[in-house]
């Protein structure tokens, strides 16, 4: 049917950078939003950043706007988040997901309805 794979996680100094991936198939990638989702040790899943479709709108959470940056292949089925300037309260393991609201940047984790595996960022000197 389905699947996505995020690739691109890593080991960073603070002040490092790092691109991911998200490979998806099984599915018609562009009448979807994704989104970016992120969960640390002890804390909840949140979203990091979404993009949609038809009119190209981002979204970013404001502790990463200014340093992350959301994108999308269609040729390939795959979204990308280039993060620059990682601090350590980046660390996460982080999550591509496709919005269960069609091309809908919804904010909540619980309206996305197809996850990938994840991918480990981990920040520290």
């Known amino acids: 049917q389905w699947h996505f794979v995020e690739s691109g996680g890593g080991e960073v100094q603070p002040g490092g950078s790092l691109r991911l991936s998200c490979t998806t198939s099984?599915?018609?990638?562009?009448?979807?939003?994704m989104g970016w989702f992120r969960q640390a040790p002890g804390k909840e899943r949140e979203r990091v950043s979404c993009?949609?479709?038809?009119?190209?709108?981002?979204y970013y959470s404001d502790s990463v706007k200014g340093r992350f940056s959301i994108s999308r292949d269609s040729a390939k089925s795959t979204m990308y988040l280039q993060m620059n300037d990682l601090k350590p309260e980046d660390a996460a393991v982080y999550y591509c997901?496709?919005?269960?609201?069609?091309?809908?940047?919804?904010?909540?984790?619980?309206?996305?309805?197809?996850w990938g595996p994840g991918t480990q960022v981990t920040v520290s000197a």
């Open positions: 099984g599915f018609p990638f562009d009448n979807y939003a």
């Open positions: 997901a496709r919005s269960g609201v069609v091309d809908q940047c919804v904010p909540h984790v619980y309206e996305y309805d197809s």
């Open positions: 993009i949609k479709n038809r009119d190209g709108m981002t």
